[in-house]
């Protein structure tokens, strides 16, 4: 339902304070709550948001968990054809030695 959207959204924008904060436990609390409604509602872009963010939490302490995160989100971007999604998908490519989207599809 929209209800569930938006407290989802909440959670997600939320968790985002408490990782700039460098509270990463609360920040990874809060988008684990969001991206279990999105999979409720099947909101395959809110999934793909909350496992991007996720993975930005994640990679601080466990790198190879991380990628594993992101790859997961960008199947879900390019089932939906997520453009923004994907944009972000191509920069953490290159950000993680690769060329672009397709380091992602190996």
Same mark, same amino acid.
């Given at each position: 339902?929209?209800?569930?959207?938006?407290?989802?959204?909440?959670?997600?924008?939320?968790?985002?304070?408490?990782?700039?904060?460098?509270?990463?436990?609360?920040?990874?609390?809060?988008?684990?709550?969001? $991206?279990?409604?999105?999979?409720?509602?099947?909101?395959?872009?809110?999934?793909?948001?909350?496992?991007?963010?996720?993975?930005?939490?994640?990679?601080?302490?466990?790198?190879?968990?991380?990628?594993?995160? !992101? $790859?997961?989100?960008?199947?879900?971007?390019?089932?939906?054809?997520?453009?923004?999604?994907?944009?972000?998908?191509?920069? $953490?490519?290159?950000?993680?030695?690769?060329?672009?989207?397709?380091? !992602?599809?190996?």
């Amino acid at each position: 339902s929209g209800d569930q959207a938006a407290e989802a959204i909440t959670l997600n924008n939320i968790s985002q304070i408490y990782d700039a904060q460098g509270d990463y436990d609360t920040a990874l609390s809060y988008l684990d709550r969001s $991206l279990q409604i999105m999979c409720d509602i099947d909101d395959k872009a809110g999934e793909c948001a909350a496992l991007i963010n996720i993975g930005h939490i994640v990679w601080k302490n466990a790198p190879s968990q991380a990628v594993a995160i !992101w $790859l997961s989100g960008y199947k879900i971007a390019k089932e939906i054809n997520l453009y923004p999604a994907l944009q972000v998908f191509n920069q $953490l490519a290159k950000n993680l030695g690769g060329t672009g989207l397709e380091f !992602w599809e190996s």
